[in-house]
Antibody
């Protein structure tokens, strides 16, 4: 059974830092690209970061570029998100999500076939 | 970035009835569209990708259609467990973007 478990959320002051973790199990973690997606309270979903299976490629949403860093440790089956210079608008539930190992009929790889339960980050003074 | 617009914002449907949800892309995305279901306090669930292919374990009452800029998610006969918020997402172009969601509520 695929399982993703986030941790590391909490209350942090504006300008502060936090590191989120996502522990993966039930699949060969090193074969899969991974993502972080967030959801502000009462709002919709926002993709924020991607890392390829070997860490050779990383991408970020403009909203977090230069402040957040995604990384992974395939030996530990873990995904991370280092968040610096946090702002009020970063308050959200943060989910880790896996990219599936297949493409659609047009050859594009869809996203987010499995999600963790999320961890809440609150940025407030 | 590509803007995804879902309609209606809220859909009131009786159990057993059909629900039709719409999603429009600000530019053509081919069939690179996915749908997700989210219940309160839970993570999203992957329903459909490639505009019309059901993900593993998704019941046949969920179907997707469309291409280009107009897409539809249809739930043929709503069950109690289907009342939730549904999001569409385009993965044609980075960054992948989501619609604002359609809440399907009990009528």
């Amino acid at each position: 059974e695929v399982r993703l478990v986030e941790s590391g959320g909490g209350l942090v002051q504006p300008g502060g830092s936090l590191r989120l973790s996502c522990a993966a199990s039930g699949f060969r973690f090193s074969d899969y690209a991974m993502n972080w997606v967030r959801q502000a309270p009462g709002k919709g979903l926002e993709w924020i970061s991607y890392v390829s299976s070997s860490s050779s490629a990383t991408y970020y949403a403009d909203s977090v570029m230069g402040r957040f860093t995604i990384s992974r440790d395939n030996g530990e089956n873990s995904l991370y998100l280092q968040m610096n210079s946090l702002r009020d608008e970063d308050t959200a539930v943060y989910y880790c999500a896996r990219d599936p190992p297949y493409t659609d009929s047009s050859g594009y790889i869809p996203h987010f076939d499995y999600w963790g339960q999320g961890t809440l980050v609150t940025v407030s003074s | 970035e590509i803007v995804m617009t879902q309609s209606p914002a809220t859909l009131s449907v009786s159990p057993g009835e059909r629900a039709t949800l719409s999603c429009r892309a600000s530019q053509s995305i081919g069939i690179n569209l996915a749908w997700y279901q989210q219940k309160p306090g839970q993570a999203p669930r992957f329903l459909i990708y490639g505009a019309s292919t059901r993900a593993t374990g998704i019941p046949a009452r969920f179907s997707g259609s469309g291409s280009g800029t107009e897409f539809t998610l249809t739930i043929s006969s709503l069950q109690s467990e289907d009342f939730a918020v549904y999001y569409c997402e385009q993965y044609y172009e980075w960054p992948q973007t989501f619609g604002q969601g359609t809440k399907v509520e009990i009528k």
